[in-house]
Structure formats: structure tokens, C-alpha cells
């Protein structure tokens, strides 16, 4: 009976041992993360996945890193940012002052890095008559007055295309005249397909980089060109969203990316902003369609004699 007691005892204390040698080896785990190593989760604005997501896949490929990407409205990631559920984000803008005091309160100085520009898109049906559109008249109808559009579609309420257009047009979130809010990008492409007239409201991102179910769209829509009543008002020349129209700054509607990183330590967001901002980095935002902030050098090797190898 006293041997049967020992061993008891004997086991309990292998199985604590074990126990805690597990937990001390998944602490050490969760504390490894470095700014190459590691597991972070990113909220990301769902008009920037597709640029994210060729980002994520390369830097992951490269390093022993897992990058979680949560897609979600901008304003629903600011909320969750401010919120303490995520402390990376990518986003068309950065945070307001009264939105950076929830972190300066907590003595943690963001990082902000600026990778890449995108921009706002007007689509229409290539039924439609017109795929000239004078942004005067964007402006006019979001600001509630005459306007020759017929109607303007958005992807989301909360999208960060609205909020663009509306501080364009110094206005207020709201429901307005002729003003549609929709699920998903698909759900514009696919509405204006079948009503001519309307203009849908996209970022470029998902024009340039469509996914498999938008697709499908591609043949019946038409990118509209925008006369920059911003920078050359008294012009009656009209520009698509282009890279050489948005270096040039020629195209209108043109909106930065940027990588909000509030970790307050050197961890995956650091490194993962370095890369973004690197030559690697710059050179998967040209490839995509997008602008990098600074054009990826180009080496060329000189031959003095040509080799024929026949």
C-alpha cells in the first residue's frame, strides 16, 4: 500500500514537471517575436488587400514569420486599432489627433510608414455613353446639389472610399440623394453592369489586382477618366488612374498607403514596415500596378563584345 502511495506521487510529479516544462516552452515561444520572427496579426482595409496580401507572401517567404491579415471597413479598423484588438494596421490614412491621444496616453509613439499610393476609381458600364466624369460633379452630387450623374455606388458605408470623397467634398457621412451603399466591390461591379449610367466607387487595388469572383466583371465595365479640377481647374484634359498619371500627379484622386505600426516595441510590425519600404518591397508595388514611393533602381550590365555561343 505504501509503495502504491509512492508512486502515486511519483507520477503526479512527472506529469507537473511536464506540465510546466510545456508552459515554459510555449512562453518562450510567444516571446520570441522579433522583428523577423514571430506570429503578429494585421488589420488591413479591405479596398488595400491584394497589395498586402503580395507583401505578406514574399516577406513570409523569406523569414520564419506568420503575418495574420484581418480584412475589415477603415473605419472598423480604426475602431479596432483604437481598441487594443490589433496594434498594426494598413490604412489610406493616418490617425486623426484626437484618434493618436489613445496612444500618446499610453506612452506609445507610433511608427508610421508610407509604402505605396493607390487611388479612387469611378467604373461604369461600357453600355454606358459617357466614361469622361468631371470630378466638379462628383463633388456637386455628394454635396447634394444638381449633378449631371445619374448616381454614385459605394462598396460600404464605412468604406474608406466614402470617407475620401466626403472630406474631398467637405461633407458628412450620411445618406444622401442618388448616393448607394452596397456589401463588397463585387456588388458594385456587378450593379453597374446592369445600370448603365451609375458610377461605381472603387479603390484601385482591386482594379488592378481583381480576385477570381470579380473577374467575370472585367469585360463589361470601363474605367472612367477624371478632369483634376483639383490642380488644373481651367483644363479640359481628362486622366485614367495610371502609375504615370499618379507619379505624375496628373490623376486626381490619387491616396497614400500606410503602414500603422503601434506595437511600442521592436517586433514583426518594424521589420515588417522596413521590408514594405525596402527594394523588395517597392519593387512588388510596382509589379502591381500601384505606385512605390521610391522606383526600385534598375542595374544594367554593359557588354563590351557579344559572346556567340553558336
Given at each position: 500500500?505504501?509503495?502504491?502511495?509512492?508512486?502515486?506521487?511519483?507520477?503526479?510529479?512527472?506529469?507537473?514537471?511536464?506540465?510546466?516544462?510545456?508552459?515554459?516552452?510555449?512562453?518562450?515561444?510567444?516571446?520570441?517575436?522579433?522583428?523577423?520572427?514571430?506570429?503578429?496579426?494585421?488589420?488591413?482595409?479591405?479596398?488595400?488587400?491584394?497589395?498586402?496580401?503580395?507583401?505578406?507572401?514574399?516577406?513570409?517567404?523569406?523569414y520564419?514569420?506568420?503575418?495574420?491579415?484581418?480584412?475589415?471597413?477603415?473605419?472598423?479598423v480604426?475602431?479596432?486599432?483604437?481598441?487594443?484588438?490589433?496594434?498594426i494596421?494598413?490604412?489610406?490614412?493616418?490617425?486623426?489627433?484626437?484618434?493618436?491621444?489613445?496612444?500618446?496616453q499610453?506612452?506609445?509613439?507610433?511608427?508610421?510608414?508610407?509604402?505605396?499610393?493607390d487611388?479612387?476609381?469611378?467604373?461604369?458600364?461600357?453600355?454606358?455613353?459617357?466614361?469622361?466624369?468631371?470630378?466638379?460633379?462628383?463633388?456637386n452630387?455628394?454635396?447634394?446639389?444638381?449633378?449631371?450623374i445619374?448616381?454614385?455606388?459605394?462598396?460600404?458605408?464605412?468604406?474608406?472610399?466614402?470617407?475620401?470623397?466626403?472630406?474631398?467634398?467637405?461633407?458628412?457621412?450620411?445618406?444622401?440623394?442618388?448616393?448607394?451603399?452596397?456589401?463588397?466591390?463585387?456588388?458594385?461591379?456587378?450593379?453597374?453592369?446592369?445600370?448603365?449610367?451609375?458610377?461605381?466607387?472603387?479603390?484601385l487595388?482591386?482594379?488592378?489586382?481583381?480576385?477570381?469572383?470579380?473577374?467575370?466583371?472585367?469585360?463589361?465595365?470601363a474605367?472612367?477618366?477624371?478632369?483634376?479640377?483639383?490642380?488644373?481647374?481651367?483644363?479640359?484634359?481628362?486622366?485614367?488612374?495610371?502609375?504615370?498619371?499618379?507619379?505624375?500627379?496628373?490623376?486626381?484622386?490619387?491616396?497614400?498607403?500606410?503602414?500603422?505600426?503601434?506595437?511600442?516595441?521592436?517586433?514583426?510590425?518594424?521589420?515588417?514596415?522596413?521590408?514594405?519600404?525596402?527594394?523588395?518591397?517597392?519593387?512588388?508595388?510596382?509589379?502591381?500596378?500601384?505606385?512605390?514611393?521610391?522606383i526600385?533602381?534598375r542595374?544594367?550590365?554593359?557588354?563590351?563584345?557579344?559572346?556567340?555561343?553558336k
Open positions: 500500500m505504501k509503495s502504491s502511495f509512492y508512486k502515486i506521487v511519483l507520477f503526479i510529479a512527472i506529469i507537473s514537471a511536464v506540465v510546466y516544462a510545456c508552459k515554459e516552452k510555449n512562453n518562450d515561444a510567444e516571446q520570441e517575436e522579433t522583428v523577423i520572427k514571430g506570429t503578429a496579426t494585421i488589420y488591413v482595409d479591405q479596398t488595400l488587400m491584394p497589395i498586402t496580401e503580395d507583401q505578406v507572401s514574399v516577406f513570409q517567404s523569406q520564419d514569420a506568420k503575418l495574420n491579415l484581418v480584412g475589415k471597413s477603415e473605419s472598423e480604426v475602431n479596432d486599432l483604437l481598441g487594443g484588438k490589433t496594434s494596421a494598413i490604412l489610406s490614412r493616418k490617425l486623426t489627433p484626437s484618434e493618436e491621444s489613445y496612444f500618446k499610453k506612452k506609445i509613439k507610433g511608427k508610421i510608414t508610407h509604402f505605396a499610393s487611388a479612387i476609381v469611378f467604373v461604369t458600364s461600357k453600355g454606358s455613353k459617357d466614361t469622361l466624369v468631371d470630378l466638379q460633379e462628383v463633388i452630387i455628394l454635396q447634394e446639389k444638381e449633378s449631371k445619374k448616381g454614385l455606388v459605394f462598396e460600404n458605408p464605412n468604406s474608406s472610399t466614402v470617407s475620401y470623397l466626403n472630406t474631398l467634398a467637405g461633407v458628412k457621412n450620411g445618406q444622401k440623394k442618388n448616393i448607394y451603399s452596397l456589401n463588397s466591390h463585387k456588388e458594385v461591379l456587378e450593379y453597374v453592369t446592369k445600370n448603365p449610367g451609375t458610377i461605381g466607387v472603387i479603390g487595388n482591386l482594379l488592378v489586382q481583381p480576385y477570381a469572383d470579380t473577374e467575370q466583371y472585367s469585360d463589361n465595365i474605367v472612367m477618366s477624371v478632369r483634376n479640377v483639383k490642380s488644373q481647374p481651367n483644363s479640359e484634359d481628362y486622366y485614367k488612374p495610371s502609375q504615370h498619371n499618379l507619379g505624375e500627379g496628373l490623376y486626381p484622386l490619387k491616396r497614400p498607403i500606410y503602414l500603422l505600426n503601434y506595437q511600442g516595441t521592436n517586433g514583426l510590425g518594424m521589420g515588417f514596415a522596413s521590408f514594405v519600404a525596402g527594394d523588395i518591397g517597392q519593387r512588388i508595388v510596382l509589379k502591381s500596378g500601384l505606385l512605390p514611393v521610391r526600385p533602381s542595374e544594367l550590365n554593359v557588354r563590351t563584345e557579344i559572346i556567340n555561343n
